[in-house]
């Protein structure tokens, strides 16, 4: 709606976007695909081989190059391939990471993304102004491969080249040399998002260089309200998921204080529209921009729901909604306590604690801090069955008074969390919060409360994300739990930590 | 380097007239079309201030650098100004195996004289404030927060005596620029300053286009004897220096300049870039200047030494000769060629002893980690010393130490003190042969005053890099760290939260009281105070429990 | 008593009279020299001083870096040696990694002349631009250890330029962008200043924003002030190089700078001219200028007096031998400036004769007063004596 949401701006002075003019043009579109070509020589060689090849790229260009060799599992594991420029006059100590992974999000070749890295540093090497080091990273993919990467950059990794200050991932998947327009990702897990002035950054440079930007899931024009309310949908949708499902890369940057964009080129199936070395120029005036930084991103927002390249709500228009939907639980728990005209007895208590440490119990142990006791996924299933029907039991047997005193503390403890996890991931607290509202009705509505139950129920609500998403049900719970365990995502934890609960709760009392 | 040891013995045979003064260059071709240049000039003469009863003044040796160190009695001096990233693998041994070379900005170390260690710690701060004046540097930041007191053996001392009031001081900035206005002074130290010899090659605009660049002033006692060495040393990347010279920003080639790699799919628009193997090197086009005439202070030795491989022909005026050659500096200035049909191929480096890096670990605000690794790439053991100093925000648990702990012989730790002292970790390690080893541990990050926080905060702190020393002379310093500690939001939004919140603290805790309590007058106030003391409360208890 | 008290009265407007006749008189001459300029006065200074200071961090603030380097390359240019010019830069911008050429700082794009040069002296740097600094520098509050090359070393006959640049507003100039130097701050320590015997001139330049606000509370003697804009206006840069990426230099120092380009050692140019040339259209804000603690009319006070080592020298009468060596020295000077090349350095001053023509004007201007004065006495003993 008007007048809730303001236009993007840059607020940091030092970034100076697309002030310095850019050169990466004409006969570097000849280098480019020069290196296209070669890469597509050595693609199909088994890994190693084709590793040993791309840092050999990297070695004429003068450039020290590696192989980080990773593996989560017994199942998962390759080789990626970085190089390190060494900034001649900065102090070594921070780094701009650019990325190009073998394949892009969707699993295609990505060479337009990788020729173009290997030309970029060849020409960012010609410069001498780089106060940053500046890093390029070849992972096999843009997922559990970029992620052990970075993580082995903070822990492990041979050659280091000090903190990194902000990345972008180059994502050109097409076999032709020109683009329609560009994409632009920027979710991070767990709710984190780049800072805003690093996605503004972009947004002029494109500007300057007549190239449209576009928000992934929105169309080109972001002028009427419901293509704004598209926008946000879609946002909201990918903070969700982020994570769960494969993502475009800038994610795994996540938890390290870094901030990361993808860019995207696309429609370039045609011979029109703005040629390779157009993108080029824009990750260039990107980079400069942030080499032009001395001090982290720190003045724009750092939480914001974008509802265009140019559109955004802050945190204190958006906010509300999610303490709205939090409190609402809060205020229900109070009636409920405060319409009882005698105060508990000493049994009710005692059962009250039973019961709710019964179903924690139950939830912990399907969540994942037992993944290893319960590997299979269908075991959890079961248990999750167990624990349903031990909660209809309990309902036979427990008091009005005990439900009553159940409910309201159960109620209490689920509106604060959802206040707390509103604070770090608005978007996950306000999913949560829409979709299990009905449990705060249970007590209010005479008819439909086994619907509310069934419609509320994480089962249910996940196997209608699957169906949603196109991917079976168990997947869905095993990339969840994948995500928890190897990307450090809260969401398989706050499911069955903190919905799952409450829905015990709702079969006990309803 | 021979060459460095042939013009230090002819320099000590000079001596005999109490004073002498010489300079040398050093061209050396590195891989990957690098040029290492190491310009070192040595003064020497007898102290004026010890000279009894003799007419001595202070000739070759500057003056001002004399009284301001005498003034701070100062026995020996070492300063460092630095920039950019040494290639130890590629590159090797920097000049002198590494005894002129620095860490990341500016390094200090020096024995001073004093009654005790506050009074050699107030004559430090004496000398770092002259020398702040004298080299527009800000050496003054080098306070008692920044510089640590070692051992007096603890780093390599040309002198002799072990005189029991000297201390050794030591502190690095490693956020200090180095410009144009470092270059000036040290010139101005030379007696044909940049007019004659080979400091006539010495440019700002060129030495802080390099790789890596290092200034050096070094000043000894021996003896009764001062010496002053100065040396710059810097790497240039040639094809780009020589590019800069054309042009000083890389526009795209010509489409007819472009060489390219021959391959299937070549074509007149798809080219696969190739660097041309052929190098040459015009030493006036690389410096922007011609080597002057030689200074006439400087002596008949050879002032010039190029260590080039066979393939190289040096062409200087009009002699041709290929492999390494020196020559002296005439009457008239004079240009030098360096090429080669492959530039590629030089001569062998020496590998360093040992290779050190250092990096953060963890993430967050709060606490991080440490770790630094040890590569020996000989097949022997080799043994050095690690000197790490952390600033005092920085809280290092010692007993966090893990990692390949066999390797430590020996740990000398001196705990930071807030706002006083840096902490200071000195390891002797022992490396097995051909080995990688790390050593990591643990830090909390603490949160500083308000006025403590510099003017970009934001930015973060940097970590002075750590020195380590091999026992055979050789030392090296790993590159520096940034270190991102928590930040108040110094901007208005920050001011006004916390003014409010205060305020509404203020007036809801009156508010609250107001609600929940009863104004009752005294006599019924003291009755409940008695009544509800902890005494009556215990017994009221007892009843409960045991009953009456 | 009435003759008395007519004759008074008579020799009074007789007085008045010959003031206006002698105002009408200077009418006339003033006329009849209308292309003449108001005589230059003798200034009182043996040496000159200047205190640059740039105020602001971070690259983007490259021009006022380069504000400050173009004003020092002038004063050295007209003679200030670099132990009498205190550089306070903020930050580095000259080796800063992310200038495209190393060592090098430009005020206009067209990159011809590098105002960094191989010979600089930059006295205080980085982190040590700090308002306390800047205050003690100019009272001269140090400890003992402070050297000599960082201190404003300046007596009762020192001529001190003061030049300021940064960020600023209405009554403030922020130091670093983290601190804040206020109106009535450098008020106060000129005044020290003064107390102290420690300059004998200021001109205080200042090139912010709003900032004519920042000499609005001096009060110490013989200080003449100019703001580059006025309160609730900004000053604007000037120059977008698109190679560097940063604007060069902001307007108002440009102009100044343009216009002293053609001042030399020997230039007889008045402050007055240079204020003259200030267009405000063209610096895009109303540049300000405070005299009145100034005794002089700016017309009368040469732009070398501040801007280069130029000292005024008392030369008895000098004989015939050393007239025509002089005469002979000044010529040779006009050939070379006109052959384009600059004169050759040298610290001492020119001497410069005080002019007869000067003198002669003087005298009738202290008789007319005096005839006032005595017509007015006669006056009064004339109407007492009536009484």
Same mark, same amino acid.
């Given at each position: 709606?008007?007048g809730?949401f303001?236009?993007?701006?840059?607020?940091?002075?030092a970034?100076l976007?697309?002030q310095?003019?850019?050169?990466?043009?004409?006969?570097e579109w000849?280098i480019?695909?020069?290196?296209?070509s070669e890469i597509?020589?050595?693609?199909d060689?088994?890994?190693?081989?084709?590793?040993a090849?791309?840092?050999?790229l990297f070695?004429?260009?003068?450039l020290?190059?590696?192989?980080?060799?990773w593996?989560t599992?017994?199942t998962?594991?390759s080789?990626?391939v970085y190089?390190?420029?060494?900034?001649?006059?900065?102090s070594?100590?921070?780094a701009?990471?650019?990325?190009?992974?073998?394949?892009?999000?969707?699993?295609?070749?990505?060479?337009?993304?990788?020729?173009l890295?290997?030309?970029?540093?060849?020409?960012?090497?010609?410069?001498?102004?780089?106060h940053?080091?500046?890093?390029?990273?070849v992972p096999?993919?843009?997922h559990?491969?970029?992620?052990?990467?970075?993580?082995?950059?903070h822990t492990?990794l041979?050659?280091?080249?000090?903190?990194?200050?902000?990345?972008v991932?180059?994502? $050109?998947?097409?076999?032709?040399?020109?683009?329609?327009?560009?994409?632009?990702?920027?979710?991070?897990?767990?709710?984190?998002?780049?800072?805003?002035?690093?996605?503004?950054?972009l947004?002029?440079?494109?500007?300057?260089e007549?190239v449209r930007?576009?928000?992934?899931?929105s169309?080109p024009?972001y002028?009427?309200?419901?293509?704004r309310?598209?926008?946000?949908?879609?946002?909201?949708f990918?903070?969700?998921?982020?994570?769960?499902?494969?993502?475009?890369?800038?994610e795994?940057?996540?938890?390290?204080?870094?901030?990361?964009i993808?860019?995207?080129?696309?429609?370039?199936?045609?011979e029109t529209?703005?040629?390779?070395?157009t993108?080029?120029r824009?990750?260039?005036?990107?980079?400069?921009?942030?080499?032009?930084?001395?001090?982290?991103?720190?003045?724009s927002?750092f939480?914001?729901?974008?509802l265009g390249p140019?559109?955004f709500?802050s945190?204190g228009t958006?906010?509300?909604?999610?303490?709205?939907?939090?409190?609402? $639980?809060?205020?229900?728990?109070?009636?409920?306590?405060?319409s009882?005209r005698?105060?508990?007895?000493?049994?009710?208590i005692?059962?009250?604690?039973?019961t709710?440490g019964?179903v924690?119990?139950a939830s912990?142990?399907?969540?994942?801090?037992?993944?290893n006791?319960?590997?299979?996924t269908?075991?959890?299933?079961?248990?999750f069955?167990a624990?349903?029907?031990?909660?209809?039991?309990?309902?036979?047997?427990?008091?009005?008074d005990t439900?009553q005193?159940?409910?309201?503390?159960?109620l209490?403890l689920?509106?604060?969390?959802?206040?707390?996890?509103?604070m770090f991931n608005?978007?996950?607290?306000f999913g949560?919060?829409?979709?299990?509202?009905?449990?705060?009705?249970?007590?209010?509505v005479?008819?439909?409360?086994s619907l509310?139950?069934?419609?509320?129920?994480?089962v249910?609500?996940?196997?209608?994300?699957?169906?949603?998403?196109d991917?079976?049900?168990?997947?869905?719970?095993?990339?969840l739990?994948?995500?928890?365990?190897v990307?450090?995502?809260?969401?398989w934890?706050?499911?069955?930590?903190?919905?799952?609960p409450m829905?015990?709760?709702?079969?006990?009392?309803? | 380097m021979?060459?460095w040891?042939l013009v230090?013995?002819s320099g000590?045979?000079a001596?005999?007239?109490?004073?002498?003064?010489?300079?040398?260059?050093?061209?050396?071709?590195?891989?990957?079309?690098k040029?290492?240049?190491?310009?070192?000039?040595?003064a020497e003469?007898?102290?004026?201030?010890?000279?009894?009863?003799e007419?001595?003044?202070?000739?070759?040796?500057?003056?001002?650098?004399g009284?301001?160190m005498?003034?701070a009695?100062?026995?020996?001096?070492?300063?460092?100004?630095?920039q950019?990233?040494?290639?130890?693998?590629?590159?090797?041994?920097?000049?002198?195996?590494?005894?002129?070379a620095?860490?990341?900005?500016?390094?200090?170390?020096?024995?001073v004289?004093?009654?005790d260690?506050?009074?050699?710690q107030?004559?430090?701060?004496r000398?770092?404030?002259?020398?702040?004046?004298?080299?527009?540097?800000?050496?003054n930041?080098l306070?008692?927060?920044v510089?640590?007191?070692?051992e007096?053996d603890?780093?390599?001392?040309?002198?002799d005596?072990?005189d029991?009031?000297?201390?050794?001081l030591?502190g690095?900035?490693?956020?200090?620029?180095?410009c144009t206005?470092?270059l000036?002074p040290?010139i101005?130290?030379l007696?044909?300053k940049s007019r004659?010899?080979i400091?006539s090659?010495?440019?700002?605009?060129q030495?802080?286009?390099?790789?890596?660049?290092?200034?050096?002033?070094?000043?000894d006692?021996i003896?009764?004897?001062?010496?002053?060495?100065?040396v710059?040393?810097?790497?240039?990347?040639?094809?780009?220096?020589?590019?800069?010279?054309?042009?000083p920003?890389?526009?795209?080639?010509?489409?007819a300049d472009?060489?390219?790699?021959?391959?299937?799919?070549s074509?007149d628009?798809?080219?696969?870039?190739?660097?041309?193997?052929?190098a040459?090197?015009v030493?006036?086009?690389?410096?922007?200047?011609?080597?002057?005439?030689?200074?006439p202070?400087?002596g008949d030795?050879?002032?010039?030494?190029?260590?080039?491989?066979?393939?190289w022909t040096v062409?200087?005026?009009?002699?041709v000769?290929?492999?390494?050659?020196?020559?002296?500096?005439g009457?008239?200035?004079?240009?030098l060629v360096?090429?080669?049909?492959?530039?590629?191929?030089?001569?062998e480096?020496?590998?360093?002893d040992?290779?050190?890096?250092?990096?953060?670990t963890?993430y967050?605000?709060?606490s991080g980690g440490?770790?630094?690794?040890?590569t020996?790439?000989?097949?022997v053991?080799?043994?050095?010393?690690?000197?790490?100093n952390?600033?005092?925000?920085m809280r290092l648990?010692?007993?966090?130490m893990?990692?390949?702990?066999?390797i430590v012989?020996?740990?000398?730790?001196?705990?930071?003190e807030d706002?006083t002292?840096p902490?200071?970790?000195q390891?002797?390690?022992?490396l097995?042969?051909?080995?990688?080893?790390?050593?990591?541990y643990?830090f909390?990050?603490?949160?500083?005053?308000i006025e403590?926080?510099?003017?970009d905060?934001?930015?973060?702190?940097e970590?002075?890099?750590a020195?380590?020393?091999?026992s055979?002379g050789?030392s090296?310093r790993?590159?520096?760290?940034l270190?991102?500690l928590a930040?108040?939001?110094?901007?208005?939004?920050?001011?006004?939260?916390?003014?409010?919140?205060?305020?509404?603290a203020?007036f809801?805790?009156? $508010?609250?009281?107001l609600?929940v309590?009863?104004?009752?007058?005294?006599?019924?106030?003291?009755?409940?105070?008695?009544?509800s003391?902890?005494k009556r409360?215990?017994?009221a208890?007892?009843?409960k429990?045991?009953?009456? | 008593?009435?003759?008395g008290?007519?004759?008074?009265?008579?020799?009074a407007?007789?007085?008045?009279l010959?003031?206006q006749?002698?105002?009408?008189n200077?009418g006339t001459v003033?006329?009849?020299?209308a292309?003449?300029?108001?005589p230059?006065?003798v200034s009182?200074?043996?040496?000159?001083?200047?205190?640059?200071?740039?105020?602001?961090?971070f690259?983007?603030?490259?021009r006022?870096?380069?504000?400050?380097?173009s004003?020092?390359?002038?004063?050295?240019?007209l003679?200030i040696?670099d132990?009498?010019?205190?550089?306070?830069?903020?930050d580095?911008?000259?080796?800063?990694a992310?200038?495209?050429?190393p060592?090098a700082v430009?005020n206009v794009?067209?990159?011809?002349?590098?105002?960094?040069?191989?010979n600089?002296?930059v006295?205080?740097r980085g982190?040590?631009?700090?308002?306390e600094?800047?205050?003690?520098?100019l009272?001269?509050?140090?400890?003992?250890d402070?050297?000599?090359?960082?201190?404003l070393?300046?007596?009762?006959s020192?001529?001190?330029?003061?030049?300021?640049t940064?960020?600023?507003?209405n009554?403030?100039?922020?130091?670093?962008?983290?601190?804040?130097?206020?109106a009535?701050?450098?008020?106060?320590?000129?005044g020290?200043?003064?107390?102290?015997r420690?300059?004998?001139?200021v001109?205080?330049?200042?090139?912010?924003?709003e900032a004519?606000?920042?000499?609005?509370?001096?009060?110490?003697?013989n200080?003449i002030a100019?703001g580059?804009?006025?309160l609730d206006?900004?000053?604007?840069?000037d120059?977008?190089?698109?190679?560097v990426?940063v604007?060069l230099?902001?307007?108002?120092?440009?102009?100044n700078?343009?216009y002293?380009?053609?001042?030399?050692?020997?230039?007889?140019?008045t402050l007055a001219?240079?204020?003259g040339?200030?267009?405000?259209?063209?610096?895009?804000?109303?540049?300000?200028i405070r005299?009145?603690?100034?005794?002089?009319?700016l017309?009368?006070v040469?732009i070398t007096?501040?801007?280069?080592?130029?000292?005024?020298?008392e030369?008895d009468a000098?004989?015939?031998?050393?007239?025509?060596?002089?005469?002979?020295?000044?010529?040779a000077?006009?050939?070379?400036?006109?052959?384009?090349?600059?004169?050759?350095a040298?610290?001492?001053?020119?001497?410069?004769?005080i002019?007869?023509?000067a003198q002669?004007q003087?005298q009738?201007?202290?008789?007319?007063?005096?005839l006032?004065?005595?017509g007015?006495?006669?006056?009064?003993?004339?109407?007492?004596?009536?009484?």
């Amino acid at each position: 709606m008007a007048g809730q949401f303001r236009g993007t701006y840059v607020s940091e002075n030092a970034l100076l976007p697309h002030q310095a003019s850019t050169h990466f043009r004409e006969s570097e579109w000849h280098i480019v695909r020069g290196f296209r070509s070669e890469i597509r020589d050595f693609k199909d060689l088994p890994e190693r081989e084709r590793n040993a090849r791309l840092m050999g790229l990297f070695d004429e260009i003068g450039l020290k190059s590696a192989s980080h060799d990773w593996q989560t599992s017994t199942t998962e594991g390759s080789q990626n391939v970085y190089s390190i420029l060494h900034a001649p006059r900065g102090s070594h100590n921070e780094a701009i990471v650019l990325v190009a992974p073998w394949t892009n999000m969707d699993g295609e070749f990505n060479d337009g993304g990788m020729a173009l890295l290997v030309s970029l540093a060849r020409y960012l090497k010609k410069w001498s102004i780089w106060h940053k080091n500046l890093i390029f990273v070849v992972p096999s993919n843009p997922h559990s491969a970029l992620r052990a990467w970075v993580g082995a950059y903070h822990t492990s990794l041979k050659y280091t080249a000090g903190s990194v200050e902000g990345a972008v991932v180059l994502d $050109f998947a097409s076999t032709s040399e020109r683009f329609d327009h560009v994409e632009v990702y920027y979710d991070g897990l767990n709710g984190q998002l780049p800072n805003l002035d690093l996605i503004n950054t972009l947004v002029k440079v494109a500007d300057a260089e007549y190239v449209r930007c576009d928000l992934p899931g929105s169309g080109p024009s972001y002028h009427l309200y419901g293509q704004r309310l598209q926008t946000m949908a879609a946002g909201i949708f990918r903070q969700i998921v982020a994570g769960i499902k494969p993502g475009a890369g800038c994610e795994m940057f996540s938890g390290w204080r870094i901030d990361a964009i993808t860019l995207r080129a696309v429609g370039s199936d045609g011979e029109t529209g703005h040629d390779i070395t157009t993108f080029g120029r824009l990750v260039e005036s990107v980079v400069r921009s942030i080499n032009n930084l001395l001090e982290h991103f720190h003045q724009s927002f750092f939480f914001y729901l974008l509802l265009g390249p140019r559109f955004f709500v802050s945190i204190g228009t958006y906010l509300p909604c999610a303490m709205l939907v939090s409190n609402s $639980f809060l205020i229900m728990a109070i009636h409920i306590f405060a319409s009882k005209r005698r105060s508990f007895s000493r049994e009710t208590i005692g059962l009250t604690s039973m019961t709710l440490g019964a179903v924690g119990l139950a939830s912990l142990m399907l969540s994942s801090f037992f993944v290893n006791a319960i590997s299979s996924t269908t075991w959890r299933l079961g248990l999750f069955a167990a624990a349903t029907s031990g909660c209809i039991s309990a309902r036979k047997l427990l008091g009005n008074d005990t439900k009553q005193a159940i409910y309201g503390t159960a109620l209490t403890l689920y509106g604060f969390s959802l206040t707390t996890l509103s604070m770090f991931n608005f978007s996950l607290a306000f999913g949560l919060g829409f979709i299990t509202i009905p449990l705060a009705w249970l007590r209010r509505v005479k008819f439909a409360r086994s619907l509310i139950i069934l419609l509320t129920c994480p089962v249910t609500v996940l196997g209608i994300a699957a169906w949603v998403m196109d991917i079976p049900l168990l997947d869905l719970i095993d990339s969840l739990i994948y995500a928890h365990k190897v990307l450090s995502v809260w969401t398989w934890q706050v499911i069955t930590q903190i919905w799952l609960p409450m829905w015990f709760v709702g079969v006990i009392i309803y | 380097m021979l060459a460095w040891l042939l013009v230090l013995a002819s320099g000590i045979l000079a001596s005999t007239n109490g004073e002498s003064y010489h300079e040398d260059l050093v061209l050396r071709p590195l891989p990957k079309n690098k040029l290492l240049s190491s310009f070192r000039f040595v003064a020497e003469q007898r102290d004026p201030q010890l000279a009894s009863g003799e007419l001595t003044e202070y000739t070759t040796f500057p003056r001002s650098l004399g009284q301001i160190m005498s003034r701070a009695s100062t026995h020996e001096l070492h300063l460092r100004f630095s920039q950019g990233w040494w290639d130890a693998e590629s590159w090797g041994v920097p000049p002198a195996n590494g005894t002129y070379a620095g860490g990341v900005g500016v390094e200090m170390w020096a024995w001073v004289a004093g009654e005790d260690l506050a009074d050699a710690q107030a004559n430090w701060h004496r000398l770092a404030h002259s020398l702040s004046g004298f080299f527009c540097a800000s050496l003054n930041f080098l306070d008692q927060t920044v510089t640590t007191h070692l051992e007096s053996d603890a780093l390599p001392r040309s002198g002799d005596s072990s005189d029991e009031n000297l201390y050794l001081l030591r502190g690095a900035l490693p956020a200090e620029p180095v410009c144009t206005e470092n270059l000036t002074p040290f010139i101005k130290l030379l007696p044909c300053k940049s007019r004659a010899g080979i400091a006539s090659l010495l440019d700002g605009h060129q030495l802080f286009d390099s790789q890596w660049q290092t200034m050096s002033v070094d000043v000894d006692h021996i003896g009764d004897r001062l010496r002053l060495t100065q040396v710059v040393s810097n790497v240039i990347d040639v094809p780009h220096m020589q590019r800069r010279r054309r042009d000083p920003l890389p526009r795209p080639e010509p489409y007819a300049d472009l060489i390219c790699k021959e391959r299937e799919w070549s074509a007149d628009y798809i080219c696969l870039p190739d660097d041309p193997r052929s190098a040459n090197w015009v030493i006036s086009e690389i410096f922007d200047k011609e080597l002057a005439p030689a200074c006439p202070l400087a002596g008949d030795g050879p002032h010039v030494f190029v260590e080039a491989s066979d393939n190289w022909t040096v062409k200087v005026g009009g002699n041709v000769t290929s492999g390494s050659v020196s020559f002296s500096l005439g009457s008239e200035p004079v240009d030098l060629v360096l090429s080669s049909e492959d530039g590629l191929v030089v001569l062998e480096n020496k590998v360093p002893d040992v290779f050190v890096d250092r990096s953060f670990t963890g993430y967050g605000q709060q606490s991080g980690g440490l770790r630094t690794v040890f590569t020996n790439p000989h097949d022997v053991e080799v043994s050095l010393v690690y000197i790490e100093n952390l600033p005092w925000y920085m809280r290092l648990y010692l007993h966090t130490m893990s990692g390949d702990l066999d390797i430590v012989e020996d740990i000398s730790y001196t705990s930071a003190e807030d706002r006083t002292r840096p902490s200071k970790v000195q390891l002797h390690i022992r490396l097995p042969p051909l080995s990688q080893s790390s050593i990591e541990y643990k830090f909390d990050k603490s949160l500083l005053y308000i006025e403590e926080y510099p003017p970009d905060a934001n930015h973060g702190f940097e970590v002075p890099p750590a020195l380590a020393l091999t026992s055979t002379g050789y030392s090296t310093r790993t590159t520096s760290l940034l270190l991102s500690l928590a930040v108040p939001d110094f901007s208005m939004p920050y001011n006004v939260i916390i003014l409010t919140c205060t305020t509404m603290a203020m007036f809801l805790g009156s $508010f609250v009281n107001l609600i929940v309590k009863k104004v009752v007058p005294e006599p019924l106030g003291e009755k409940i105070l008695v009544e509800s003391s902890l005494k009556r409360r215990i017994q009221a208890f007892k009843t409960k429990l045991i009953g009456n | 008593m009435r003759v008395g008290y007519l004759v008074g009265v008579v020799a009074a407007v007789c007085g008045a009279l010959a003031q206006q006749e002698e105002g009408v008189n200077n009418g006339t001459v003033a006329e009849t020299v209308a292309e003449e300029r108001p005589p230059l006065r003798v200034s009182k200074h043996t040496n000159n001083w200047a205190v640059l200071v740039s105020t602001s961090r971070f690259w983007f603030n490259y021009r006022h870096m380069a504000n400050v380097l173009s004003f020092y390359r002038t004063v050295k240019r007209l003679g200030i040696p670099d132990d009498q010019v205190i550089v306070m830069l903020s930050d580095d911008v000259a080796c800063n990694a992310r200038n495209p050429f190393p060592g090098a700082v430009y005020n206009v794009h067209d990159h011809k002349l590098d105002l960094y040069g191989e010979n600089i002296e930059v006295d205080y740097r980085g982190y040590e631009v700090t308002v306390e600094n800047f205050i003690r520098l100019l009272t001269d509050r140090w400890d003992s250890d402070m050297p000599r090359s960082k201190r404003l070393n300046t007596d009762a006959s020192s001529n001190i330029l003061v030049y300021l640049t940064g960020h600023g507003g209405n009554d403030f100039l922020k130091f670093q962008d983290a601190e804040e130097i206020g109106a009535w701050d450098i008020a106060d320590a000129f005044g020290q200043m003064w107390e102290k015997r420690r300059y004998n001139e200021v001109l205080f330049m200042i090139d912010t924003c709003e900032a004519n606000t920042m000499y609005s509370k001096f009060f110490a003697p013989n200080v003449i002030a100019v703001g580059s804009s006025q309160l609730d206006e900004s000053s604007y840069a000037d120059d977008t190089d698109p190679d560097v990426g940063v604007s060069l230099i902001d307007k108002f120092t440009s102009i100044n700078l343009g216009y002293l380009e053609q001042v030399n050692k020997t230039s007889q140019l008045t402050l007055a001219d240079l204020f003259g040339y200030y267009d405000p259209v063209e610096i895009a804000s109303h540049p300000g200028i405070r005299d009145d603690l100034f005794q002089d009319d700016l017309a009368s006070v040469r732009i070398t007096d501040f801007f280069g080592n130029i000292q005024d020298v008392e030369v008895d009468a000098a004989p015939k031998e050393n007239e025509q060596l002089l005469d002979r020295l000044s010529s040779a000077e006009a050939s070379e400036q006109a052959s384009g090349h600059a004169p050759v350095a040298s610290p001492v001053a020119q001497p410069k004769p005080i002019s007869k023509t000067a003198q002669k004007q003087k005298q009738p201007n202290t008789a007319v007063p005096a005839l006032t004065v005595i017509g007015s006495i006669i006056a009064l003993v004339a109407i007492s004596a009536k009484l």
